[in-house]
């Protein structure tokens, strides 16, 4: 468990980072109540209502228990602890295998990667649909 509290606006701003979305696109899924300005406020705000945290998520098409639970300071550690001096060390006790941390980071850089491979077909057809929009002109 950790030691700090998870900052969720903190979260939302990675999360809309890593999927390419701009504060004024976010505001835009949103709704007519939001804007920019409101965006970069709600990223400051440590917590946030359950049912907002639910609709950024929507928005962002992500869980929300991703944005509930990412722990920055924890993937850092585990990163840490692989590669350090004694990762491989760290594998072992008393003679019993223990599964490596290596193995969670494939498993999230793959997750990562399906991440990435729908954001950039949700990327083409919004740019498809765009392209539609600009013909019809």
Same mark, same amino acid.
């Given at each position: 468990?950790?030691?700090?509290? /998870?900052?969720?606006?903190?979260?939302?701003?990675?999360?809309?980072?890593?999927?390419?979305?701009?504060? *004024?696109?976010?505001?835009? *899924? #949103?709704? *007519? %109540?939001?804007?920019?300005?409101?965006? &970069?406020?709600?990223?400051?705000?440590?917590?946030?209502?359950? &049912?907002?945290?639910?609709? =950024?998520?929507?928005? $962002?098409?992500? @869980?929300?228990?991703? /944005?509930?639970?990412? *722990?920055?300071?924890? !993937? =850092?550690?585990?990163?840490?602890?692989?590669?350090?001096?004694?990762?491989? &060390?760290? &594998?072992?006790?008393?003679?019993?295998?223990? =599964?490596? @941390?290596? %193995?969670? +980071?494939?498993?999230?850089?793959?997750?990562? /990667?399906?991440?990435?491979?729908?954001?950039?077909?949700?990327?083409?057809?919004?740019? !498809?649909? #765009?392209?539609? $929009? +600009?013909?019809?002109?």
């Amino acid at each position: 468990m950790p030691t700090h509290k /998870i900052h969720e606006g903190r979260n939302i701003k990675r999360f809309r980072e890593m999927l390419g979305i701009k504060q *004024d696109a976010l505001a835009a *899924d #949103l709704g *007519d %109540d939001w804007n920019q300005q409101k965006i &970069s406020l709600l990223e400051q705000k440590e917590t946030i209502d359950p &049912s907002l945290l639910q609709q =950024v998520a929507a928005a $962002l098409k992500i @869980p929300a228990a991703a /944005i509930e639970n990412f *722990d920055e300071e924890q !993937a =850092v550690n585990i990163i840490a602890n692989t590669f350090g001096e004694n990762a491989f &060390s760290n &594998s072992f006790n008393y003679g019993t295998m223990h =599964v490596h @941390p290596i %193995d969670k +980071i494939i498993q999230l850089h793959e997750e990562k /990667i399906a991440l990435y491979e729908r954001m950039m077909k949700e990327k083409d057809e919004m740019m !498809a649909r #765009l392209e539609k $929009l +600009i013909q019809a002109k």
